[in-house]
């Protein structure tokens, strides 16, 4: 497997995340949905990472840039037929290294609160990641889960 960083200019990553946006559309509510759009992870604050397996494109990622020493984990997403195979966990391992190479010393997360996100939240923690309170531009929300480690 191949992690690069993406300028979100193909076709094949733009209907990734297309479909990306459109489940977590129907999943959470619109006062509840976080996920960025091609423009918002086109912005110079965001780093952005596809995963190839072969040809195939098989997950992404992003960082953004808060301030100096903090940045948030966005857009991490595995394809849906590749879920399980450890796709994240390599990415994740990826873009902890590139936060600290960065001069993060600190990486935050928002990610849901339902069922559906548990997975997402194990990983977070076998991560480090532990909960906390909204961060940044975030509000308290009972449909999301607020979580954060050190680097």
């Known amino acids: 497997m191949r992690i690069s960083v993406d300028d979100l200019s193909g076709p ?15 999943i959470s509510p619109p006062e509840s949905k976080h996920a960025l759009d091609l423009d918002g992870l086109r912005r110079p604050e965001v780093s952005f990472w596809s995963v190839h397996d072969g ?10 840039r808060l301030d100096a020493d903090h940045a948030e ?8 037929a590749r879920k399980r195979g450890g796709i994240a966990s390599l990415l994740l391992g990826h ?10 010393s600190r990486v ?18 076998t991560f480090g990641f532990t909960e906390c309170g909204p961060f940044a531009d975030y509000r308290p929300d009972p449909l999301s889960t607020f979580m954060t480690r050190t680097l």
């Open 12 to 26: 094949a990553i733009a209907a990734f995340l297309e479909e990306h946006v459109r489940q977590m559309r129907a």
């Open 55 to 64: 040809d195939e494109l098989v997950g992404c990622g992003a960082l953004k």
């Open 73 to 80: 984990l966005k857009s991490m997403r595995t394809a849906v």
């Open 95 to 104: 873009i902890l290294a590139e936060a600290r190479r960065a001069g993060f």
């Open 108 to 125: 935050s997360l928002e990610t849901g609160s339902a069922d559906f996100f548990l997975p997402a939240r194990r990983l977070y923690a």
